[in-house]
Structures are given as C-alpha cells and as structure tokens.
C-alpha cells in the first residue's frame, strides 16, 4: 500500500495516478470527504485527514509501504516557516509512529541553502525534520514549476508575457506531471538512507523564450517588437542622495525614492538609516497581489533583501512621491500611500505604479508589512515584448 497526501494537487493527483495504473494499493489522503469519491470509484482507498492532526495521519500511514508526503500552502499563516515547521513535524511524527519505511517528499531546488531563499527555507526544515527519522527519505528538489507561468497566459495572446523575473536569464524548469510520474517512480522501487534528487526538464528556458514557444504553440500570436536593453548605471548614480548609502546596500540602489519615502513616513517611529536597518529580522512581508515570479508572503529581513536584489535589472526608480501617512494604535499600525515612477531597464518603458503599505511597528522595528499595488500598471509595464 502506497499513501498519498496531496491527491487533490497537481503532484499528488499524478502520484496517486500513476500508481493506480499499474495496479498498484493505493490509499490517498484528503481533507474534503467530497473530493474522495472519484479516488473511490478510481479504485483507491480514502482516508480523511488533516496535516495538523497527527492522530488522523498515523491512521492514513498504517500499514504502508511508502509515502508521498508535501507541505500544502496555507495562504492565511501569519508565521508560514513556523507554521511549516510543526506541520513537518506532525507529519513526520505520524510516519514515524506508523512504521512506514520509506518516504518521498516534494521539495524545491535550492532547499540546500541556509538563507536567502525566501519560502524555500520551510523546506529546508522539512528536509532537517525527516533526515532525523528512522524512515527512508528521498528528497525531490522541483525546478521552477512550469504551471506557475498559468496565471500570466492571459497575456501571451497579445505578444507580451508579465513577470517580475529577468526577461533574458534561463531558469531551470520542471512540469508537474513530470514531478508527479518520478514520485511515484521513486516510491515503487523503494529507498534505503537519505537521498536527494533535482529534477529539472531537459532545457533551461527565459521568460521571453517561454513566452515565444507559447505562441508557437498556438496560444497566442506575436504582436510586439523585440525591445531592446538599456544600462540603468547612470540613472543609478544620479540618484544616490545624502546621507551617503552604507556600501552593503548599494546593490539596492535602484530602490533609493522608494527607501527614503518610508523613511519620512516612518520619521520619529522606527530606528535606522536605512530601510533595511528599520526592519526586524524575522518580520513578515505579504504582497497582496498576484504576479508571476513575484511571493505572496515571506519572512525574515535577509530574505527581503534577496527578493529585492535583482530589482533594479528590471526597474529603476526616478523617485516615489504623493505620500499620505495615517497612524493608529499610537504609531503601532501606519498606513503608507504613495507613487513610485521609475522605468523598465529591458524596455525603457515608463513604470508609475501606486501603493498602500500597512506596517505594523514593534520595539521601533517593523515586524509585519502588508502590500498592495496597482498589479495591472505592473504587468503593462513590465510585460516581456516577445
């Protein structure tokens, strides 16, 4: 018997899949009794669980000979690594206490690194969580998954393909069927220790050239001209105001108006010369908006400040005005409005966008910040001329 959780996804439902076609005792773990009967009428046996109960999951495990386990999004986590982390954990525990032998568990390329890497570390703690049990572990580290280009297709139709990553720098890409077939292949044969295998498709593609093999493959038709690429240096330089900029924030340069506006705005209640020094080490940012290539939610300072590394290859700041600040809580909770103008550094195109920002402050540090933005000013400005 193989268990499955995450049948409902896109990876699960391929495992669960595969295995049922060759014959295989399958039983798949849901939430929803609802979602369960087609898997009943596929074949496959139903347990009803939840990642949070560690009880239910023992149940499910019982008597399996492998396990197809994934930490599933939690969009309303207030405290996503920590959240993960106990959900990890129970997981982990059920497995242990079901005697399960050997478990496959979805992770993301770069799950290796300490820090930097934004989401990607709650996976990394995963992997800590279930190298120290007694089980088989294998680790699939997925590439960027293709499915996450979906949300952007609306625009390829028209030439153009939003997104927040570099238009020409090639990333490693992986389906999720293609995710869902080698889990389910790893599980059936088995595992012994601790292993880890990357999974990738056999080519690396940009953005624009995504976006150029959608068109070819009907999607949509090709309607703008090849932009060219414009070096952001100068404008970089002309920017740098006093005070002077500490040298170890000078490769955020790009987003100097925009640093100096929350500055003026935070005047009196946070502490530090710099955006970044306001900001408290493990403070939560959520992006209320949904853009291809861009998180919803992250934690921690230094994963902030590999987010908005790459930023200024993309866009560059003239400056960040119309500011309105409300208080409340005496200065706990401040509400920032403002524009930002700037340009697209591929294009040259004009990028004026407007925001709110809810910043809640502790200690004189921000600990959460909550952003909304104008998201179709950002994709007509940021679309990749294909």
């Known amino acids: 018997m193989f268990v499955v959780l995450g049948a409902s996804g896109n990876t699960g439902k391929v495992v669960a899949e595969t295995l049922l076609s060759q014959k295989r005792n399958v039983r798949v773990v849901v939430r929803d009794a609802a979602k369960g009967q087609a898997w009943k009428e596929a074949g496959a046996d139903v347990s009803i669980a939840d990642v949070e109960d560690g009880a239910a999951l023992k149940r499910a495990f019982s008597g399996a000979e492998g396990a197809y386990v994934l930490l599933p999004p939690n969009f309303s986590s207030t405290q996503v690594r920590v959240d993960n982390n106990r959900r990890a954990s129970t997981i982990a525990a059920a497995i242990e206490a079901a005697g399960v032998p050997h478990v496959v568990m979805l992770s993301s390329i770069g799950a290796q690194q300490p820090h930097g890497t934004g989401p990607v570390l709650g996976l990394r703690d995963a992997e800590a969580t279930f190298t120290r049990g007694r089980a088989a572990a294998t680790f699939v580290r997925a590439a960027y998954l293709m499915e996450n280009w979906g949300g952007a297709l609306f625009a390829v139709a028209q030439g153009v393909l939003p997104t927040f990553l570099l238009a020409d720098k090639a990333i490693p890409l992986v389906a999720t069927r293609d995710v869902g077939t080698a889990a389910a292949r790893l599980l059936a044969e088995g595992g012994s220790g601790k292993r880890v295998i990357e999974l990738a498709g056999p080519r690396e593609y940009s953005p624009r050239l995504f976006g150029k093999v959608t068109i ?26 006093d005070p002077p900029m500490k040298p170890r924030h000078a490769a955020f340069a790009a987003l100097d108006p925009f640093f100096e506006l929350v500055q003026r705005g935070l005047s009196g209640l946070v502490d530090g010369d710099h955006y ?4 408290a080490e493990n403070a939560i940012f959520e992006f209320r908006y949904d853009f291809p290539g861009w998180p919803q939610r992250i934690e921690g300072r230094d994963a902030l400040m590999a987010l908005y590394l790459g930023y200024g290859d993309n866009i560059v700041l003239h400056r960040a005005e119309s500011l309105v600040v409300h208080r409340c809580d005496d200065g706990r909770v401040v509400v920032l409005e403002y524009d930002v103008h700037g340009r697209v550094v591929a294009s040259g195109a004009a990028y004026d966008n407007r925001f709110v920002s809810i910043l809640t402050v502790e200690n004189r540090k921000i600990v959460r910040w909550r952003d909304y933005m104008d998201s179709l000013s950002a994709m007509r400005a940021l679309s990749t001329k294909l």
């Open 276 to 279: 970044f020094d306001t900001i």
């Open 216 to 241: 070819r493959s009907g999607v949509g038709r090709l309607t703008s001209k090849r932009s060219s690429r414009h070096s952001s240096g100068n404008d970089v330089a002309s920017r740098r105001r």
